[in-house]
């Protein structure tokens, strides 16, 4: 299996400010230029909402502020400029191989 | 737009099947990969298992010994079972679907979850 890591486990930061949060893999998820790797927005009571995919490509209609970046076994993703409606737990997950693995998740709230 | 719901019992008594179904609407079950993830309370996500449309699967090594996906086309449907469950199985369970016909790919269909609470 491929094991995911995250860190770090929660952070706080103030509106309008950066906040970046890094996720490892376990093994390589590069394959032929691709990296299989997603991250994840999870609000309360909700299940959770792609924010990014192939590790920088955003989903249609998440707001520029997010973007993702790293390749191989190393990847970040950056909220540039904090809003309130941000405060989640976000989630790498990797789609290389199967088993499918998640990262353990980091909480992001307002310093 | 593709939607997915589950539905099946809130608890289940230790030992004793878990059993949920996942109604899919706004677009066929044919040609897709569905799988299963599920989440303790206040925990991370994890991984059940697919199933394709044909009736192929892929289980979590983790969990396969206790886990079977099926399929039902005509009621554009499928399902999980989870066998001698214990406490450790109590979760939101979510159904969910990648964005293309390959399994290789971002999951971008959740549904909303339901909890299942394991307990006597």
């Known amino acids: 299996d491929i094991v995911m890591t995250q860190s770090p486990d929660s952070l706080a930061v103030s509106l309008g400010e950066r906040a970046t949060i890094n996720c490892k893999s376990s093994?390589?998820?590069?394959?032929?230029?691709?990296?299989?790797l997603t991250w994840y927005q999870q609000k309360p009571g909700q299940p959770p909402k792609l924010l990014i995919y192939w590790a920088s490509t955003r989903e249609s209609g998440v707001p520029d502020r997010f973007s993702g970046s790293g390749s191989g076994t190393d990847f970040t993703l950056t909220i540039s400029s904090l809003q309130a409606e941000d405060v989640a737990v976000y989630y790498c997950?990797?789609?290389?191989?199967?088993?499918?693995?998640f990262g353990p998740g980091t909480k992001v709230d307002i310093k | 737009q593709v939607q997915l719901q589950e539905s099946g019992p809130g608890l289940v008594k230790p030992s004793e099947t878990l059993s949920l179904t996942c109604t899919v609407s706004?677009?066929?079950?044919?040609?897709?990969?569905w799988n299963w993830i599920r989440q303790p309370p206040g925990k991370g996500l994890e991984w059940i298992g697919y199933i394709y449309y044909s009736g192929s699967t892929n289980y979590n090594p983790s969990l396969k010994s206790r886990v079977t996906i099926s399929v039902d086309t005509s009621k554009n449907q499928f399902s999980l079972k989870l066998t001698s469950v214990t406490a450790a199985d109590t979760a939101v369970y979510y159904c969910a679907r990648h964005v293309g016909t390959t399994p290789y790919a971002e999951i971008v269909y959740w549904g909303q979850g339901t909890l299942v609470t394991v307990s006597s």
């Open positions: 093994q390589s998820v590069l394959y032929s230029s691709n990296n299989y």
């Open positions: 997950q990797q789609y290389y191989s199967t088993p499918f693995t």
């Open positions: 706004g677009g066929s079950i044919s040609s897709y990969y």
